[in-house]
């Protein structure tokens, strides 16, 4: 599985940005989707995930009430709405799937980066203060 995230880009404190993240083909499997970030200096970390029927989303908590993940198994896409942005959510981000092992089914466990098999390259937000 290959995973191309874009929709990245400059924007001011408050505004909005929608990011998508393209998987080149099914797996066969029923996957797990996430999004992770990463600033300078920073470890990775964990933003929010969807699960494959979307029924269950997870979320950081520094980001509830101003994100939203969203999936289209039909196109093989998964979205990340970003509103209220704040100069502190400025990262690359990054798309990750999570193709074996078990299933993720809490937040703590959606959080573990080693959870997932597969990422994307990344797509850069900044948010101008």
């Known amino acids: 599985v290959q995973l191309q995230a874009s929709g990245g880009g400059l924007v001011q404190a408050g505004g909005s940005l929608r990011l998508s993240c393209a998987a080149s083909?099914?797996?066969?499997?029923?996957?797990?989707m996430g999004w992770f970030r990463q600033a300078p200096g920073k470890a990775r970390e964990f933003v929010a995930t969807?699960?494959?029927?979307?029924?269950?989303?997870y979320y950081a908590d520094s980001v509830k009430g101003r994100f939203t993940i969203s999936r289209d198994n039909a196109e093989n896409t998964v979205a990340l709405q970003m509103n209220s942005l704040k100069p502190e959510d400025t990262a690359v981000y990054y798309c990750a799937a999570a193709v074996y092992g078990a299933a993720i089914n809490s937040e703590v466990d959606a959080s573990y980066p080693n959870r997932y098999d597969y990422w994307g390259q990344g797509t850069q937000v900044t948010v101008s203060s």
């Open positions: 083909r099914r797996t066969g499997s029923k996957y797990t």
């Open positions: 969807i699960t494959w029927s979307g029924s269950a989303t």
